[in-house]
């Protein structure tokens, strides 16, 4: 099984800062790589698709880089909504799997 | 407007059984495959079991394989996940989710989840 570890597991910001959140997966994936951003009692969101194309609808200080086994979910300018839970999802191969997830907190 | 809603959780004693239905609804539900991905309490996501379009093909993760078994009728627009022989461990919200037609194994639609709880 891939393994997708991210970091950090926690991660406190203010409004208006700039933020990064990695994701690394334990063997090369290509761009086959998902970031969804999941709030308490809600299902997740899909962000980010094939590491870096942003989904429609999905504002644009979100943007994804990487490729391989390293890939960064970067927030631009953070707004008070996006105050959630982040995770990374491979999708390279059976079975797919989850990174730990992310937890952006207010400072 | 795509819809999933899950229905049939709920409370059930280690080695008891449950079905999961999933109905989907604002889009030809018999041209997408479907996944159900589980979330324990506190903690991350977890994917269980996926189906093709028709049903003639599944894949289950090794933590469910033999236990669960994923299906679908197209004609009533529903997702199903039986469940067998359930254990502790399998206590979570489990989430149906559609597979974009691009991109396999990306989801785009989700639904809002039900509860299981296995505990005697």
């Known amino acids: 099984d891939i393994q997708m570890t991210q970091s950090p597991s926690t991660l406190s910001a203010s409004v208006g800062d700039r933020v990064t959140i990695t994701c690394r997966a334990s063997q090369s994936i290509s761009s086959w790589l998902a970031w969804y951003q999941q709030k308490p009692g809600k299902a997740p969101k899909l962000l980010i698709y094939k590491a870096s194309s942003l989904e429609s609808g999905v504002p644009s200080r979100f943007s994804g880089s990487g490729s391989g086994t390293e890939f960064t979910l970067t927030i631009s300018s953070l707004q008070p909504d996006d105050f959630a839970t982040y995770y990374c999802?491979?999708?390279?191969?059976?079975?797919?799997?989850f990174g730990q997830g992310t937890r952006l907190e207010i400072k | 407007e795509v819809q999933l809603v899950e229905s049939g959780g709920g409370l059930v004693q280690p080695g008891g059984s449950l079905r999961l239905s999933c109905a989907a609804s604002?889009?030809?539900?018999?041209?997408?495959?479907m996944h159900w991905v589980r979330q324990a309490p506190g903690k991350g996501l977890v994917w269980v079991s996926r189906?093709?379009?028709?049903?003639?093909?599944?894949s289950y993760a090794d933590s469910v394989k033999g236990r669960f078994t994923i299906s679908r009728d197209n004609a009533k627009n529903t997702l199903y996940l039986q469940m067998n022989s359930l254990r502790a461990e399998d206590t979570a919200v489990y989430y149906c989710?559609?597979?974009?037609?691009?991109?396999?194994?990306?989801?785009?639609?989700w639904g809002q989840g039900t509860l299981v709880t296995v505990s005697s």
């Open positions: 604002g889009f030809t539900f018999s041209s997408y495959w």
């Open positions: 989710a559609r597979e974009t037609q691009w991109q396999p194994s990306l989801y785009d639609y």
């Open positions: 999802q491979q999708y390279n191969s059976y079975p797919i799997t």
């Open positions: 189906i093709n379009s028709d049903g003639s093909s599944t």
